[in-house]
């Protein structure tokens, strides 16, 4: 059965960075792609980026060019999210989910269960 | 970017009735379009990609319909569970943009 098991909430000040992890199994990780995909308080769903844990390559949203920073771990099955200098507008739920298909943006067909970033001074 | 536009942002009904969500995108999407139920508190789950396919273990009430800009979601006789927020998300292109939602609620 393919689970996807993310990192516990996190508080962070504005400035800070923020890493979170995505801990897989019941499939093999580097065959499909990983995406992040976040929801603010109350808002609706916004598409951050795309791994392909098999080499590596990464994809992001424009919106986040130079703060956010996705890898992986092979040897744990694990995909991580970092994204930097937080604002208080990057308060949300963060989720990983596996893409259905091997391409750069596809439907996610398992998520995880998101993780609670809250950023505030 | 493609921008996806669902409607209605919310919706009362009954148990056991008809309910049709629609989105719509900015540009054709040929038919990467997919559908997802999101319960409070929980992460979204797949319920149709490519537009028209039901993903599995989902119950055959749900189908959807569309192509090109225009796409809905209907299900057929609304259940207690039902009474949640779908989302559309087109994957035609980066960035996989999501329609705002919509929340069924019980009139």
């Known amino acids: 059965q393919v689970h996807l098991v993310q990192s516990g909430a996190e508080v962070k000040k504005p400035g800070d960075s923020v890493k979170v992890s995505c801990k897989t199994s019941g499939y093999r990780f580097t065959m499909f792609y990983m995406h992040w995909v976040r929801q603010a308080p109350g808002q609706g769903l916004e598409w951050m980026g795309v791994l392909n844990p098999g080499g590596g390559a990464t994809v992001y949203a424009q919106k986040f060019q130079g703060r956010v920073t996705m890898t992986r771990d092979t040897s744990t099955s694990t995909a991580y999210m970092e994204l930097s200098s937080l604002t208080s507008d990057d308060t949300a739920v963060y989720f990983c989910a596996r893409g259905k298909e091997v391409a750069t943006i596809a439907p996610f067909d398992y998520w995880g269960q998101g993780t609670l970033v809250t950023v505030s001074s | 970017d493609i921008q996806m536009t669902q409607s209605p942002s919310s919706l009362s009904a009954s148990v056991g009735d008809r309910v049709t969500i629609t989105c719509r995108a900015s540009q054709s999407i040929s038919n990467h379009l997919n559908w997802y139920q999101q319960k409070p508190g929980r992460a979204p789950e797949l319920l149709i990609y490519a537009a028209s396919s039901l993903q599995s273990a989902v119950p055959s009430r749900f189908t959807g319909s569309g192509a090109g800009t225009d796409f809905t979601l209907t299900i057929s006789s609304l259940q207690p569970e039902d009474f949640v927020t779908y989302y559309c998300?087109?994957?035609?292109?980066?960035?996989?943009?999501f329609g705002q939602g919509t929340k069924v609620e019980i009139k």
């Open positions: 998300q087109q994957s035609h292109s980066t960035p996989g943009t």
